[in-house]
């Protein structure tokens, strides 16, 4: 049987031995009972829905010979039953054990911060490949390994198990740098522990997940975590609020944490800064500044925003030690993003642009990037998803707002509603639109309330659809139902007759 020695897979993990032998061969690792086959070690994770013990014996009857738990389970079969302390931790220890440690044969960049991730992660793959350096993605859009995009089981950072298997991948297919979305979910849940960047970058921190983290404090000490990861390079963006928070806790790091600090901004004094920023509707340009060189830039993409993550991932590029010139070219050659303010639709009269806009903060720096340049009213078609109840009203209320101040007319609709009922939370965005003295109107239907925008829309008009991006499903209830925005835009125009 292919497979690793137990001992050898529990190298670096403290663990009780509650009963079995250790003189097993671990064939493959499984955190959930129905992917385990003849030989697995099941982890046993206490989730936030269930409790992962309660299919220990689902896993048993499956063929697992050994167990991890992190709670006493009186377990009568043959198998062997390791305690550790917590099994997320020790998912990713065995993990990384399995896979032969893969990031030590990578150049691995974490990417964290509530916005700005993805697009941080494109234009660094641009600009090393230009460089002629072999990378990979993963994040939102999916796991990218030599040209070939696959989808992720979680929405931004796989579990462990999934994303030490990918490292490996990489590593086995050549690939010496892999740039990744960590979020926050991902470093509360130890995903990437066990796992060696050398370079983190800070984007920004804007309310967001507070159903997970509580409270902003929470939400930022889950981020400020891979700052202690990284062992080469932190880079920070200086012109955040809690960006300088962690630049002034860095400088105080320890000295077992020596990643060098490296600061980006547009506003503050930072390493790496643009300046001449020329902002049009379709692309800006500016100078940037690293602390070797000054040259001029092209970003494909509107708005300050893409400044920003351009600045991020010229300062990546300056600490890999790469050329102003492929820089250059790396950071232009990104012709734009899967829904990050695509251009879906546009003529004389109309244009359309969906981005994947999906908190306060993002809504309201997607509108104000469209503002400017739109001669007619700017009509927004967003839904928002988030927790019910009180955690997700401050979201609903802060979107909502956005909205209203900033939008002549908000179509409010449902994003992915899930469980929740959609008629409740477009109550709640209606009712602070109201306040704000906003103009809206509601269609739960989606795809109605993108059709009525067309409907509706005036030549000089333009029309964001914001929250679901690169998206090409809407999940409903349990359901995932085929949902193509670009598709939806077009068909409406046509049968409109407004082409
Ligand atoms: C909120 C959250 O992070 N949830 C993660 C969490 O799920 P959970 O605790 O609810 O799991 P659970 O359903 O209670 O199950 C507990 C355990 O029992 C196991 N089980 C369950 C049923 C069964 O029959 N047998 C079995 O063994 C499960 O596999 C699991 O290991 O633990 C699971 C196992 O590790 C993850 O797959 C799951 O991510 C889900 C897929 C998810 O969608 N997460 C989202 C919220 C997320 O992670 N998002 C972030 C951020 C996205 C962003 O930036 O916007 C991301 O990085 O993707
Ligand atoms: N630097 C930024 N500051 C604020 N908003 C941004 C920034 N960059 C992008 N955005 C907005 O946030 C949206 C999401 O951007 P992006 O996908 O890059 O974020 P992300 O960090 O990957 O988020 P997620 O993990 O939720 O996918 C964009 O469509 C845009 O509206």
């Known amino acids: 049987m292919i497979g690793m020695q137990l001992s050898d897979l529990l190298q670096g993990l403290t663990y009780e031995r509650i009963k079995g032998t250790l003189e097993r061969t671990v064939s493959h690792i499984a955190y959930d009972s129905r992917e385990v086959q003849a030989g697995s070690l099941f982890v046993a994770i206490t989730g936030f829905t269930v409790d992962g013990h309660r299919y220990i014996p689902d896993a048993i009857r499956r063929g697992a010979e050994v167990i991890l738990i992190e709670q006493p389970v009186a377990i009568a079969d043959d198998v062997t039953v390791l305690q550790v302390q917590d099994t997320r931790y020790a998912l990713a220890r065995l993990a990384a054990n399995f896979y032969n440690q893969p990031t030590d044969m990578l ?3 974490g990417v964290t911060g509530t916005n700005g991730k993805t697009s941080i992660t494109y234009f660094v793959k641009s600009i090393f490949e230009q460089a002629h350096r072999s990378v990979g993605v993963i994040g939102t859009i999916g796991t990218l390994i030599g040209g070939q995009l696959r989808k992720n089981k979680n929405p931004t950072t796989p579990e462990a198990l999934e994303l030490q298997q990918i490292f490996h991948e990489m590593a086995d ?44 404090d929470e939400y930022y000490a889950a981020k400020a975590r891979l700052f202690k990861m990284a062992e080469d390079y932190n880079i920070v963006n200086i012109d955040d609020p809690y960006g300088r928070r962690l630049c002034e806790e860095a400088a105080n790091f320890p000295a077992n944490f020596p990643a060098r600090l490296i600061t980006y901004g547009i506003e503050q004094p930072a390493d790496v800064y643009a ?45 890999n030690g790469i050329d102003p010139g492929d820089i250059q070219q790396g950071i232009e050659a990104v012709q734009g993003i899967q829904g990050r303010m695509e251009v879906v639709y546009q003529t004389d009269d109309y244009k359309v642009v969906v981005d994947f806009a999906h908190t306060e903060d993002s809504l309201e720096k997607a509108i104000t990037t469209l503002k400017p340049f739109t001669k007619g009213r700017l009509i927004v078609v967003f839904g928002v998803y988030a927790a019910p109840g009180e955690l997700g009203l401050s979201k609903r209320r802060g979107m909502g707002k956005v909205a209203a101040r900033l939008a002549d007319l908000s179509v409010v609709t449902t994003d992915n509603p899930k469980e929740q009922d959609p008629k409740a939370i477009i109550a709640d965005v209606a009712a602070a639109i109201e306040e704000e003295g906003g103009r809206y109107t509601a269609i739960v239907d989606r795809r109605e309330a993108i059709r009525h925008a067309v409907e509706i829309c005036r030549p000089g008009d333009v029309i964001l659809i914001a929250g679901k991006g690169h998206e090409r499903t809407q999940v409903i209830g349990k359901e995932e139902i085929p949902f193509h925005e670009a598709e939806i835009v077009r068909e409406a125009f046509q049968e409109l007759g407004k082409e």
């Open 275 to 319: 300046t001449e920023i020329e902002l049009t509707a379709d692309y800006t340009t500016y100078t940037a500044h690293t602390p070797a060189d000054s040259f001029p830039v092209k970003v494909q993409l509107p708005g300050l925003i893409y400044v920003y993550n351009s600045l991020a991932a010229i300062a990546c590029a300056y600490a």
């Open 107 to 109: 150049n691995l960049i």
């Open 173 to 216: 297919a050549g690939i010496m740098n892999c740039v990744m979305e960590v979020s926050s979910h991902a470093l509360s849940l130890d995903r990437v522990a066990c796992s060696r960047f050398r370079t983190a970058i800070f984007t920004n921190l804007t309310p967001d997940h507070l159903e997970l983290h509580r409270s902003m």
